[in-house]
């Protein structure tokens, strides 16, 4: 597995609408794509810092995860994620170095990436996901 940088911070709004302004408005970074990922029932909005982006995650029901997620614990850092070289390799090798994963297999996510998560009981508490590029 080959970890090249983070490839994002995923944070829990209630609102993207709410939440964008102070993206815009006050830290002078501007939102370059939103886009709503049915099968994760979320709407998301991102922004670019440097190499890394921020996605702000909105449910968009209330069985969304980041619905529940809100719920318990409050808007805030929802994951961290790692831009992986091949995302089935890394999940893979995670898996056989004992992490409990969360994606078996990578699934298609926001931005037209592939995506796989870990399960943060295996992780120190930290929901992990690893990103490839299918395009590069």
């Given at each position: 597995?080959?970890?090249?940088?983070?490839?994002?911070?995923?944070?829990?709004?209630?609102?993207?609408?709410?939440?964008?302004?102070?993206?815009?408005?006050?830290?002078?970074?501007?939102?370059?794509?939103?886009?709503?990922?049915?099968?994760?029932?979320?709407?998301?909005?991102?922004?670019?810092?440097?190499?890394?982006?921020?996605?702000?995650?909105?449910?968009?029901?209330?069985?969304?995860?980041?619905a529940s997620f809100i719920e318990k614990r409050g808007e805030g850092?929802?994951?961290?994620?790692?831009?992986?070289?091949?995302?089935?390799?890394?999940?893979?090798?995670?898996?056989?170095?004992?992490?409990?994963?969360?994606?078996?297999?990578?699934?298609?996510?926001?931005?037209?990436?592939?995506?796989?998560?870990?399960?943060?009981?295996?992780?120190?508490?930290?929901?992990?996901?690893?990103?490839?590029?299918?395009?590069?």
């Amino acid at each position: 597995m080959q970890i090249s940088h983070i490839e994002h911070l995923g944070i829990a709004v209630k609102s993207l609408a709410d939440a964008i302004p102070y993206y815009e408005n006050i830290l002078g970074v501007k939102c370059y794509a939103t886009e709503e990922v049915v099968d994760q029932k979320v709407k998301t909005a991102f922004f670019m810092v440097g190499q890394t982006k921020i996605e702000l995650l909105e449910p968009t029901c209330p069985e969304s995860t980041i619905a529940s997620f809100i719920e318990k614990r409050g808007e805030g850092i929802h994951h961290v994620a790692f831009c992986v070289d091949n995302a089935a390799n890394a999940l893979k090798e995670v898996e056989e170095k004992g992490v409990r994963l969360i994606d078996k297999t990578p699934r298609p996510g926001a931005e037209g990436l592939m995506i796989g998560f870990l399960h943060p009981k295996s992780t120190g508490g930290v929901l992990t996901e690893f990103c490839e590029n299918p395009n590069k």
